[in-house]
């Protein structure tokens, strides 16, 4: 950016999650005025005196989102609801989809010139065409991954409006600093207590977080893009089997040599559901985890190379290297 352009100005929604920390930390440092929308004071406080504004609310507060968003360039709307068992069909319908909806609409009335919507590779569940594409068939697993789907209709929807671009973004599996959720698996790697369920030989398609940021970045920065989806990854997608031996050679152990049977492992995670959602409890294991180990996952970014010029730097063995540094440097390996 010029000195003589002025600095964009974009409004971040979830901006305390794991994306959004690393996505509101290159807007700063990219010289953009940046507001964003928390929920939790505490883990707002990074940002006190970093960020233009900081409005607390959730994300159906229309009139919060419609004051932070005026005068805004563009939205990168992160917020929804994560996985949890014992999570209500209404909890996924209210952040998911009317959040959305809710955003939206407050960015429309901002008059926000682009608003940067972020869904998942959920949408395609368990891929039947390897790779898989942005026009690859529908194929949602659970109710995270419906919600997400039905927010991306409400985007199309309000496409059809054309009173404000909208783009969808659809990252692959992210991770790098600061990522707690694939912590466990490292844990037990480094330990030797890693099962392996099943053959491991579907794909999985990882992105580091330094390379979906920069994938977001492009589509706030790119002109003429408009009604697009974009899949963001890394720059391949491997076996299952690989990609955990790479995560065991990244934290020095050997590799996992206790294998179960898929099929019995997810009846198992199917008992233990039954069994501790009516108590409100988190089971200790449970079918979307289980799943892990049998889904495929394999997309092509050709689609983000060829529109966004998006360019991946990091391999899989770097990204993993960076990110068991970053858990030694927090007492977390």
Same mark, same amino acid.
């Not at 990219?30 to 233009?52: S, Y």
């Not at 009173?163 to 600061?178: D, F, H, K, L, N």
């Not at 790119?222 to 790479?246: K, M, N, R």
């Given at each position: ?17 794991f994306?959004?920390s690393h996505?509101t930390?290159r807007l700063l ?5 940046v507001?964003?929308?928390a929920r939790?004071?505490?883990?707002a406080k990074?940002?006190? #005196? /970093?960020?233009?504004? !900081?409005?607390?609310?959730?994300? &159906?507060? $229309?009139? +919060?989102l ?7 360039d563009?939205v990168v709307?992160?917020?929804?609801n ?11 319908q209210?952040?998911n989809?009317?959040?959305?909806e809710c955003a939206?609409?407050?960015?429309e009335q901002?008059k926000?010139?682009?608003?940067i919507?972020?869904?998942t ?5 368990d891929v039947k065409?390897?790779?898989a594409?942005?026009?690859s ?5 659970d109710?995270y991954q419906?919600?997400?789907l ?5 985007c199309?929807?309000?496409?059809k ?12 599996s992210q ?6 959720r694939?912590?466990k698996?490292f844990?037990m790697?480094?330990r #030797? /207590?890693?099962?392996? !369920?099943g053959n491991?030989?579907? &794909?999985? $398609?990882? +992105?580091y977080?330094?390379?979906?940021v920069?994938g977001?970045?492009r ?7 408009a ?10 997608y ?10 065991a050679?990244a934290?020095?152990a050997t590799r ?5 049977p898929y099929w019995?492992?997810h009846g ?7 069994l501790?959602?009516?108590l ?5 294991i449970?079918?979307r ?5 049998k889904?495929?996952?394999?997309f092509s970014?050709?689609?983000?190379r060829a ?6 730097q990091i391999d899989l ?5 960076r990110?068991?540094?970053w ?6 390996l």
């Amino acid at each position: 950016m010029s000195a003589m352009e002025k600095p964009l100005t974009i409004a971040v929604t979830g901006a305390t999650g794991f994306l959004g920390s690393h996505i509101t930390n290159r807007l700063l440092h990219e010289g953009c005025e940046v507001r964003i929308l928390a929920r939790d004071p505490q883990k707002a406080k990074p940002f006190e #005196g /970093r960020v233009a504004d !900081i409005a607390y609310g959730d994300i &159906n507060a $229309h009139d +919060v989102l419609r004051r932070l968003f005026d005068g805004c360039d563009a939205v990168v709307h992160l917020v929804s609801n994560f996985r949890v068992v014992k999570g209500t069909p209404q909890s996924y319908q209210a952040t998911n989809v009317a959040g959305t909806e809710c955003a939206l609409n407050a960015a429309e009335q901002a008059k926000v010139a682009r608003f940067i919507h972020c869904s998942t590779i959920g949408v395609h569940g368990d891929v039947k065409s390897t790779p898989a594409t942005e026009e690859s068939p529908f194929n949602p697993g659970d109710l995270y991954q419906q919600t997400k789907l039905e927010a991306e209709f409400v985007c199309r929807e309000k496409m059809k409006q054309g009173t404000m671009e909208i783009v969808v973004v659809r990252p692959t599996s992210q991770y790098g600093p600061g990522d707690l959720r694939m912590l466990k698996m490292f844990q037990m790697l480094s330990r #030797g /207590r890693f099962v392996l !369920i099943g053959n491991c030989a579907a &794909n999985f $398609h990882a +992105v580091y977080i330094d390379d979906l940021v920069e994938g977001f970045w492009r589509t706030i920065t790119t002109p003429g893009i408009a009604g697009e989806t974009f899949l963001i990854g890394g720059p391949a997608y491997v076996s299952l089997q690989e990609y955990i031996d790479a995560a065991a050679r990244a934290v020095g152990a050997t590799r996992p040599k206790i294998r179960l049977p898929y099929w019995p492992v997810h009846g198992a995670a199917w008992a233990c559901e039954l069994l501790c959602k009516p108590l409100g409890m988190e089971p200790p294991i449970h079918r979307r985890r289980v799943r892990f180990f049998k889904n495929n996952r394999a997309f092509s970014i050709e689609k983000a190379r060829a529109r966004l010029g998006y360019a991946p730097q990091i391999d899989l063995a770097e990204g993993m290297r960076r990110t068991v540094n970053w858990y030694r440097s927090q007492g977390l390996l």
